[in-house]
């Protein structure tokens, strides 16, 4: 039998290698997710979807800098009734975990969301709880860790699947919010969503974006991302995903080295392509074979022990 290096079990959840696709980068549709599984991800994590349909933002929503990306879509999307349909046929045909990413306006909203999510199939989802701009959702609710327990809570009493939480750096103690979650009974902790941003046009003296703010992504946060995992680590014992401006398999041994299970991937796509997932897990593969290690588990959160 071929030695399998990269194999991790993320709370009960198989994946054949550490990495996965991040939260709001691609649609939601069965071949988008199919095209990213052909990728090499090890599971995949859909756009946030809501109980009702939302149109979302005026453009522009999306401006680049020389740093990463801004956006600021305002959560669109076709509702859960609507995607309910496609988790069901993207289950048929996927073979990887398929994460559903949910979001809501009110703790009943999280955990019906979740489990009409569930109940088409998902094998687990993720509160985006730390979007940084559409008003009392997201980073509203992420920010406070008392409104934030009782939406884990409501969810993890509705649904029987894991339940990831996707943390915003816009806090003051992401050590305190993660361990709010994990009191509340989160599975597992997603760090970390986009760096509340903006960009000005100097010509025109407005704000780029319609909504004026967004989230950055891409290369410039992965120090912050960075910091925040190795934090979390320290602070709680569920699995942590990393997330933020992970670009190549270097970027993706630090964020294990510094405490993640696993590391998803959103931006970098846009430049490199779905074959980023494979080309990261060859990296991984390479560096724990210098190393002398037998599985990717032997270095998560290694950079703590000294
Ligand atoms: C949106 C942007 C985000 O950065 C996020 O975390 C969630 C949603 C959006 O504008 O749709």
């Given amino acids: 039998?071929?030695?399998?290096?990269?194999?991790?079990?993320l709370a009960g959840l198989k994946l054949q290698n550490p990495t996965m696709l991040a939260s709001g980068i691609l649609g939601y549709t069965t071949e988008t997710f199919k095209n990213i599984a052909d990728g090499g991800a090890g599971a995949i994590v859909t756009k946030s979807v809501g109980l009702k349909p939302r149109s979302g933002y005026a453009n522009p929503t999306v401006t680049q800098t020389n740093c990463g990306l801004i956006n600021a879509m305002g959560l669109p999307n076709?509702?859960?009734?609507?995607?309910a349909k496609e988790i069901s046929e993207t289950k048929n045909v996927l073979h990887i975990p398929l994460i559903v990413s949910i979001y809501g306006f009110t703790a009943e909203e999280y955990a019906t969301v979740a489990k009409k999510a569930a109940t088409a199939g998902a094998d687990a989802v993720e509160l985006n709880v730390s979007c940084p701009h559409v008003k009392e959702t997201g980073?509203?609710?992420?920010?406070?860790?008392?409104?934030?327990?009782?939406v884990i809570k409501k969810v993890k009493a509705a649904v029987p699947k894991p339940v990831f939480v996707k943390l915003s750096p816009n806090v003051t103690s992401i050590?305190?919010?993660a361990?709010?979650?994990?009191d509340a009974g989160a599975d597992v902790i997603t760090a970390i969503n986009t760096v509340k941003a903006m960009a000005i046009d100097v010509e025109t003296a407005k704000p780029?974006?319609?909504?004026k703010v967004g989230g950055l992504s891409g290369p410039a946060i992965k120090p912050i991302a960075l910091r925040c995992v190795y934090e979390i680590y320290q602070h709680v014992n569920v699995p942590i995903i990393g997330?933020?401006?992970?670009?190549?398999?270097?970027d993706a041994v630090e964020f294990l080295l510094a405490g993640a299970s696993a590391i998803q991937i959103g931006t970098a796509i846009a430049t490199k392509g779905s074959n980023i997932f494979k080309a990261i897990t060859r990296g991984i593969d390479a560096y724990l074979k210098r190393k002398g290690f037998r599985s990717v588990d032997e270095i998560v959160g290694l950079s703590h022990k000294s």
């Fill in 1 to 9: 039998m071929k030695e399998n290096r990269l194999g991790i079990n």
């Fill in 78 to 83: 076709p509702g859960i009734e609507e995607f």
């Fill in 139 to 150: 980073s509203e609710i992420g920010q406070k860790a008392e409104i934030l327990k009782e």
């Fill in 175 to 177: 050590m305190e919010i």
């Fill in 179 to 182: 361990e709010a979650s994990v």
């Fill in 208 to 211: 780029i974006l319609s909504n």
């Fill in 243 to 250: 997330c933020g401006g992970i670009t190549n398999w270097h």
